[in-house]
């Protein structure tokens, strides 16, 4: 697309499209406002992606998350009275630090 004339770039949608593909392609109408594009991933408030938040938003998706379930599952770890060691190894445990059979499956 030329951006400044508002037009489609002819020569650059021969490169990459086919004919039929390109009829199509120059039937879409350009907007007349000329906006500057950007990423924004709108599940975190500071608009960058993250894999947590990602994780988050799918398992929400899946019907397996809520904030509350979150709350209290990490909440819940560092109120058990037991050695600081057993409470590490719960933490990489809970937060899928920990080699398990469960993923190993996924490994493979």
């Excluded at 086919?18 to 000329?34: C, F, G, K, T, Y």
């Excluded at 947590?52 to 058990?80: D, I």
């Excluded at 937060?95 to 059979?101: D, K, N, R």
Aim: aromatic share 14%.
């Amino acid at each position: 697309m030329h951006i400044n004339r508002k037009q489609w770039n002819l020569e650059v949608l021969q490169d990459l499209f086919e004919a039929r593909d390109i009829d199509l392609i120059m039937q879409v109408p350009l907007s007349d406002n000329v906006n500057v594009d950007s990423w924004f991933w709108c599940k975190e408030p500071t608009g960058f992606y993250s894999v947590k938040s990602s994780y988050r938003h799918l398992q929400e998706l899946k019907g397996e998350w809520s904030l509350q379930l979150e709350s209290e599952l990490w909440r819940a770890p560092w109120k058990v009275k037991v050695p600081p060691k057993v409470l590490r190894i719960a933490w990489k445990a809970i937060s899928g630090g920990l080699p398990t059979q469960y993923m190993y499956k996924f490994e493979k």
